[in-house]
Nanobody, 122 residues
Framework: QVQLVESGGGLVQAGGSLRLSCAVS????????MSWYRQAPGKQRELVAA???????NYADSVKGRFTASRDNAKKTVDLQMNSLKPEDTAVYYC????????????????WGQGTQVTVSS
């Protein structure tokens, strides 16, 4: 059983900062991609930041220069530091991972966290 658990969401004023964390647990053999997505009310889920196992990170244009994703492969965590937050950043933020398990080392599977709410007030 693989679980992704997010933490760190909350309410913040525009211009403020929040840091989200995602921890992966379970019978993990190898983690490939780890990403952050978000979904605002009435909108589709969108990619915020995608990290690879090599450490490269790609960001959505809307968050470049404000958000920083960092990944610790040893700890099986990925964080999202969000600075200069705007009301339009309000959304449920989801952690997403692609991994293989000890029981199925050759099969990549995708996993989602339960989501954490980020609300930015104007």
């Amino acid at each position: 059983q693989v679980q992704l658990v997010e933490s760190g969401g909350g309410l913040v004023q525009a211009g403020g900062s929040l840091r989200l964390s995602c921890a992966v647990s379970g019978s993990i053999f190898a983690i490939k991609a780890m990403s952050w997505y978000r979904q605002a009310p009435g909108k589709q889920r969108e990619l915020v930041a995608a990290t690879s196992s090599s450490g490269s990170v790609n960001y959505a244009d809307s968050v470049k220069g404000r958000f920083t994703a960092s990944r610790d492969n040893a700890k099986k965590t990925v964080d999202l530091q969000m600075n200069s937050l705007k009301p339009e950043d309000t959304a449920v933020y989801y952690c997403y991972g692609v991994a293989t398990t000890t029981q199925a080392r050759g099969i990549n599977r995708a996993y989602w966290g339960q989501g954490t709410q980020v609300t930015v007030s104007s």
